[in-house]
């Protein structure tokens, strides 16, 4: 597909040596899902949604989760019009396709749930009127893992509709480097182009949900995500809608492979991504030292895969 390449071609003028997390974003941003960057800081992460919402087109939005940060801020609020004699809506940050949701875990529970109608049904509701968001609309979080003070812990209903997770971690020794090299005159943001435009992303992403999923395809994915759920490693397994989002990630990954059809490793490639922050290790799998990525990849090396 010439149109993710050359997507993938201006991310990579900005982000080094992280070609696994830019399709990993990619993909969900094209299945219109959720994604959750969790990382320490100044890893990329914002830099990463800003040059995606360059390349794509999109109308961004940011706000910079604090304590004191309020719903209204993310949904709007209503305010009376004297002229009209009438409430009038004041759009909030979130009416954009691509809402940056930066440090989201510094926030407090209340304002954390503001976002939840907005992830999974593109709308917010105020003073009991719905107002639907802009088509496409994705939410990208960041959130910082280390160092609890000032922060609150994401519900799981909330984690729960990220599509996936990932994390950018240190660049390597070259990519360190190449990044001083292109900094060292401009900002490199400055040199990332739309590639695409927003109706094009709409008319791919509405080819992603054509792409087929046979029979067996998806008893392989009901059974992997059951296998999460009665398997001594965890605790508690992944939810029906991790069923959902690692169907459409499969069919992402299907489409950008050039494909119409899904195959085994479709499946395969984004499993642990898109399944990792939805599972509960065991306390024995925390005995062992065994960590959730690793988990969940023995989950898929002891799940019978389909025949092709």
Do not use: W
């Amino acid at each position: 597909m010439n149109e993710f390449k050359k997507v993938l071609n201006e991310i990579r003028k900005v982000i080094n040596g992280k070609d696994r997390e830019i399709i990993i974003t990619m993909l969900a941003l094209l299945a219109n899902g959720n994604i959750l960057i969790e990382d320490i800081p100044g890893v990329g992460k914002t830099t990463l949604v800003l040059a995606f919402s360059k390349a794509l087109g999109l109308k961004y939005g940011r706000i910079q989760f604090t304590p004191d940060t309020l719903p209204s801020d993310i949904t709007g609020f209503s305010s009376f019009n004297k002229e009209s004699g009438k409430m009038h809506f004041n759009k909030g940050a979130i009416f954009c396709n691509l809402f940056l949701a930066d440090e989201l875990n510094r926030t407090s529970s209340r304002t954390q749930a503001a976002l939840l109608e907005a992830m999974e049904e593109r709308q917010v509701t105020v003073d009991g009127h719905s107002y639907a968001l802009e088509k496409p609309f994705s939410v990208i979080a960041t959130q910082n893992p280390v160092g609890a003070s000032g922060t609150q812990l994401l519900p799981d209903s909330q984690t729960d509709r990220f599509t996936v997770r990932i994390s950018m971690g240190y660049p390597d020794f070259d990519a360190e480097c190449q990044m001083l090299l292109n900094r060292s005159k401009q900002n490199p943001l400055d040199n990332v182009k739309q590639v695409i435009t927003v109706d094009e992303l709409i008319d791919i992403q509405s080819k992603v949900k054509e792409v087929f999923v046979s029979e067996d395809m998806a008893k392989y994915i009901v059974m992997l995500v059951t296998a999460t759920r009665q398997s001594s490693l965890f605790s508690r397994g992944s939810s029906p809608r991790a069923t959902l989002s690692l169907k459409d990630m499969a069919k992402a990954a299907a489409f950008a492979d050039g494909r119409d059809y899904i195959v085994p490793r479709d499946i395969q490639n984004i499993f642990v991504r898109t399944i990792s922050h939805r599972v509960i290790l065991s306390s024995e799998s925390t005995a062992k030292r065994i960590n959730t990525d690793s988990a969940l990849k023995e989950i898929l090396r002891t799940t019978r895969q389909p025949k092709i």
